[in-house]
């Protein structure tokens, strides 16, 4: 399809394009002309940016019942996207991985950052699960499946549906099979361990790769100590710190699945002897250690995002404080504190600066060592802030 044939969407006078022109990848329902036409368009259609002097800007595609109505797809308003463009765009994303991991376990492509707007896919060996949260990408869905197997080899490709961005853009909850089989979870070694990724039931993908680094560096202060694993999902810093010689880990998640999973991974690991595991809540699992008079060397704590938007800010700043303040009680004098946000909309001052408030007013003192984020295989669009949405604060404190 040219130029001339498709659709053509455009700004108001009063939004400037040069930002799209340098590479912001969203357009918002109020920078845009929304007319009967522009809303007209059916979800997951391909259109022309054009200015507000109907100049052509790049290439979008359209979702008129979302708050971002457009996603650039290409800055050429000319290009086809067809099962070239994808594999040409998805051997990219590839090149970058196989020059990070030895083994083909990783985030294959993060979203608008390896240029496919809204489409997660990462890879379990001979496995990939897709997350379309766009609605160009369901109607593309068997066209990339397919572009998938082919660049990759990968024989199983599993659409997997669940997460808050596919009900934003009016998508369904149902996760399948695309091609091949799956019969259970699937082994992943990751930093030494042995991970079990659920990746029909699991949460998001089944696996968290973008925490990869920072359960290195958790691990090494883990050496000979005992670790508390709060919101352990199938146990990713925990199952790293056995491998690194932790004396004992307690995993603590409200999902008994979840448990169920890190307790097959700690056995697959060779380190269940040294593996234990509590379900609930995990502010109410603090309080029951700490009456108990539990201690521990390190804790973590990789808690779900507590702030998903701007409007849930200021509850999820004093959420993180809380939980800093509660966690940080359970430290051993000297032991080390990890704290961890995935929240986009609490940036890496508002978290950090909620999460020290929150040791102070537990009364202890910190140096911060190091700050984390998500690993290289999650890369960072350049003009999109919400890439840059984990943070991990690794905290000394005091004797």
């Known amino acids: 399809m040219t130029n001339s044939s498709r659709p053509a969407i455009r700004l108001l006078p009063k939004t400037d394009a040069r930002p799209i022109r340098r590479g912001m990848p969203w357009v918002y329902d109020n920078q845009l002309v929304m007319d009967r036409r522009t809303r007209g368009l059916a979800p997951g259609s391909i259109a022309v940016l054009q200015d507000a002097n109907r100049s052509p800007v790049c290439l979008v595609t359209v979702n008129p019942n979302s708050k971002i109505v457009a996603r650039v797809l290409d ?19 590839l090149s970058l991985r196989e020059r990070l991991y030895d083994t083909p376990y990783y985030r294959l492509v993060h979203a608008e950052a390896d240029g496919f707007p809204g489409v997660v896919i990462d890879r379990f060996g001979d496995v990939a699960a897709i997350q379309p949260n766009a609605a160009w990408a369901e109607q593309y869905l068997d ?28 998508l369904d909850d149902q996760s399948e099979v695309l091609s091949g089989a799956i019969d259970g979870p699937v082994q992943v070694r990751m930093n030494e361990a042995t991970y079990m990724a659920d990746l029909l039931g699991g949460q998001k993908t089944g696996l968290f790769y973008d925490q990869r680094p920072n359960h290195v560096f958790a691990a090494r202060l883990s050496v000979g100590a005992s670790v508390l694993d709060l919101f352990s999902h199938v146990g990713g810093f925990g199952l790293a710190a056995l491998a690194a010689g932790a004396s004992s880990v307690l995993a603590v998640d409200g999902s008994q699945a979840a448990l169920d999973l890190a307790l097959k991974g700690a056995q697959a690991s060779g380190h269940v002897d040294r593996f234990a595991a509590r379900k609930g809540d995990a502010f109410n699992v603090i309080e029951q250690l700490s009456s108990e008079g539990a201690r521990f060397g390190v804790v973590i704590c990789d808690p779900p995002a507590f702030a998903p938007s701007k409007q849930a800010l200021d509850a999820g700043l004093r959420a993180y404080e809380k939980l800093a303040r509660q966690a940080a009680g359970l430290v051993e004098p000297g032991g080390y504190l990890v704290l961890c946000s995935c929240s986009h909309a609490a940036d890496l001052a508002r978290f950090r600066n909620a999460s020290l408030r929150g040791v102070g007013r537990a009364g202890r003192c910190a140096q911060l060592l190091h700050t984390g984020f998500a690993g290289p295989d999650h890369p960072q669009h350049r003009s999109l802030a919400e890439s840059a949405y984990l943070k991990a604060l690794f905290l000394r404190l005091d004797e």
């Open 75 to 93: 800055s050429d308003p000319d290009a086809d996207v067809d099962r070239e463009w994808i594999e040409h765009r998805l051997r990219y994303a």
């Open 143 to 170: 066209i990339l499946a397919g572009a998938l197997r082919t660049v990759t080899g990968v024989t199983t490709v599993i659409k997997n549906a669940s997460g808050r961005a596919r009900a934003l853009e009016g």
